[in-house]
């Protein structure tokens, strides 16, 4: 991997690089779209959006490319840019888009959802995007017999890893001898199978599965601090489940330089749990001030884990994303109502309120928020009466856009890409398995009910 790493830079160098540049204006009043978003489809795969003038260019090595050009509020565009199309070593266009929030009928939304993958024999349990490719995790059953400290996981036994290409034929298929718990997919645009044992590092070489073991502690060290990288730094991050605050930083590897990004906490979670030293025995109280005096950590944080509180019904882990699109990196705190959104090496910051998890919207809200990272759009899951929504959240604005509201009830294992909404799904009282379906997105004007 550090080979590869390392060769990637001279590959691109060695290349012809050109420029695209398109700009976008609304077909009726000529006005400027931003966050449009596009990309372009070749031998290797770009994307970028619009900035508030309407234009975006992308760098890209010789080539033809179809490029997709999406936003959800006006009709979706492809076009062609053939090698030739590029003059002097750029290609430059000015396209008119059509305001269409609602672009299909009542009869053609609530169409049956396409079935991407079903077998008589195996569950569908969980699903990652790798490298252009499907990997489903797919299981036997669900071992029911588990200890008191897994009782909250759900742990798949019979596991088969199933690879699909893009007309969701089976490319490959490797069994799991360990009982799997699901993907892990924070580590950049690699999958981990976390398991009861060690996790499992999974790659696409050639349309082949292959797996590889990775040890409780350099999982524990490499892959779970680390998240993504943008501006020659990777971001990565000190959570941890059990503390009711985080912070995330870039750090850069040439020169292990380190750049705050964003300390997250729950103010309100955090005096309770601060306070939970003062209800300790006198034998507790010692305890935690003998390990202040030997680590430097304050007592009143030893004295929340010696009583117990992260495993009790108040505390509620930390849930504030970080993703990145195009060349910005987003924070999303719930805690303080705002999406950040930095740019320009971190130095440039803007905050957008958000309130899809408060009041009215926020009884229903899932706790998560869905990242497309083929489009760069931001969706919040919302669940009421077993009906699943997705609501588009403007990334200008923190508005809402609309809602989408899944056809099937009940469904688990949501994930979006490029536009389409995949989840998995058991008809109720059924003696089908649980298949993997998928949906295409269209946001409209429909209360969450």
Not at 152 to 157: F, H, L, P, R, V
Not at 185 to 210: A, H, K, M
Not at 241 to 261: A, H
Not at 313 to 321: K, Q, T, V
Request: charged letters at 25%.
């Amino acid at each position: 991997m550090i080979l590869i790493g390392m060769m990637l830079p001279l590959f691109f160098m060695a290349q012809e690089i050109q420029t695209l540049e398109l700009s976008f204006v609304d077909s009726a009043n000529e006005e400027p779209i931003s966050d449009v978003n596009v990309i372009a489809q070749g031998q290797q795969r770009f994307g970028a959006a619009s900035d508030a003038k309407g234009k975006v260019v992308l760098r890209l090595p010789l080539n033809s490319y179809l490029i997709k050009i999406s936003h959800v509020a006006y009709e979706r565009q492809d076009i062609s840019v053939k090698k030739e199309d590029f003059v002097d070593g750029k290609f430059t266009q000015s396209l008119e888009l059509v305001f269409a929030p609602n672009l299909l009928g009542d009869a053609v939304i609530d169409a049956k959802p396409d079935t991407v993958y079903g077998h008589q024999e195996y569950h569908v349990g969980d699903l990652a995007f790798l490298n252009g490719k499907l990997l489903l995790l797919t299981y036997e059953k669900e071992d029911r017999w588990k200890r008191q400290e897994d009782a909250k996981k759900t742990i798949y036994e019979g596991v088969k890893l199933v690879l699909l290409d893009e007309q969701r034929n089976m490319t490959d298929a490797r069994s799991i001898d360990d009982k799997a718990l699901g993907f892990y997919t924070e580590f950049y645009d690699d999958v981990l199978l976390n398991t009861l044992d060690d996790p499992i590092y999974v790659q696409n070489q050639n349309d082949e599965i292959q797996c590889a073991k990775v040890s409780m502690d350099d999982y524990n060290n490499y892959f779970l601090p680390l998240i993504d990288s943008l501006d020659n730094k990777d971001l990565a991050s000190t959570y941890n489940p059990d503390y009711p605050g985080f912070k995330y930083f870039g750090f850069n590897m040439e020169d292990s330089s380190l750049i705050d990004i964003k300390e997250v906490v729950d103010e309100e979670l955090m005096i309770q749990f601060r306070s939970e030293y003062k209800w300790l025995g006198t034998r507790a109280k010692l305890q935690a001030a003998r390990l202040e005096l030997s680590t430097g950590i304050d007592k009143e944080i030893y004295g929340a884990y010696l009583s117990g509180f992260t495993h009790g019904p108040y505390y509620r882990s930390l849930y504030a994303p970080l993703y990145v699109s195009n060349d910005s990196a987003f924070v999303i705190d719930h805690y303080d109502n705002f999406m950040y959104c930095y740019t320009n090496n971190y130095q440039d910051r803007d905050s957008i309120p958000i309130s899809y998890h408060l009041g009215k919207m926020g009884r229903s809200w899932d706790d998560e928020v869905l990242f497309d990272e083929l489009t760069g759009d931001v969706y919040s899951l919302h669940r009421r009466n077993g009906n699943a929504y997705l609501c588009g959240v403007n990334k200008t604005t923190g508005e809402l856009l609309g809602t989408f509201k899944l056809y099937f009830r009940h469904p688990e294992t949501i994930k979006i890409s490029g536009g389409e909404v995949y989840y998995t799904y058991r008809p109720f009282e059924s003696q089908q398995k649980k298949y993997l379906y998928k949906e295409l997105i269209y946001l409209k004007d429909q209360a969450i009910r």
